[in-house]
């Protein structure tokens, strides 16, 4: 099988996916009203399944807006160099 360049999107749904958590949390949290685990439960969880120490690794990530920039940018240029789009068949 043929090794992939260095074009795959895994980071950066990951870091979309933890944006998403992180918005979640931002728009439900209230100091000494809610909880973390609360807030896991009710409206994580249900749909983004996942472990509680997941969900707090990525409520505790540093600069998410900054490593997504980071990796759209990585991701236009290795684009723009050598990627090619493995999963689409060349027709002629």
Do not use: W
């Not at 949290?29 to 609360?38: I, L, N, P, S, V």
């Not at 505790?60 to 689409?88: A, G, H, V």
Request: aromatic share 14%.
């Amino acid at each position: 099988m043929e090794k992939k360049s260095g074009c795959s999107k895994r980071r950066l749904n990951h870091l979309k996916h933890c944006k998403n958590v992180i918005s979640i949390v931002n728009a439900h949290y209230q100091e000494g009203y809610t909880t973390y685990a609360g807030i896991f439960r009710t409206f994580v969880e249900p749909f983004y399944p996942m472990h509680y120490n997941t969900f707090m690794k990525i409520v505790n990530m540093p600069n998410i807006e900054n490593q997504l920039n980071e990796e759209l940018e990585r991701i236009k240029l290795s684009t723009e160099t050598t990627c090619e789009d493995f999963y689409q068949p060349t027709l002629f």
